[in-house]
């Protein structure tokens, strides 16, 4: 079995920062994408960021020049550096990684529990 455990959500004010962190552990063959959404209360998931296996970023408009999305393939994790956040960053994140397990013929979608992180005006 495969498990994301995300960390770093949390409270700041508007301008602040926040740095999430997901770590993928369990029976992994390889990883490919990996990447961040969110959901704000009253809408849908949305995707913040995501990153190739070669490190390709990918940003919503939105979060383009205020979040930065990185991994270390080593340590099967993912993180996404949060600057400038503003009061409409408030959100559930949830870390998503498409997983090849072992002994499994394919990848996988696999999703963290997700974190809070809520933006003060």
């Known amino acids: 079995q495969v498990q994301l455990v995300e960390s770093g959500g949390g409270l700041v004010q508007a301008g602040g920062s926040l740095r999430l962190s997901c770590a993928a552990s369990g029976s992994i063959f390889s990883i490919n994408a990996m990447g961040w959404y969110r959901q704000a209360p009253g809408k849908q998931r949305e995707l913040v960021a995501v990153i190739t296996n070669g490190g390709s970023p990918v940003y919503a408009d939105s979060v383009k020049g205020r979040f930065t999305i990185s991994r270390d393939n080593a340590k099967n994790t993912v993180y996404l550096q949060m600057n400038s956040l503003k009061p409409e960053d408030t959100a559930v994140y949830y870390c998503?990684?498409?997983?090849?397990?072992?002994?499994?013929?394919?990848?996988?979608?696999?999703w963290g529990q997700g974190t809070q992180v809520t933006v003060s005006s």
């Open positions: 998503n990684a498409l997983v090849v397990p072992m002994h499994r013929p394919r990848e996988y979608d696999y």
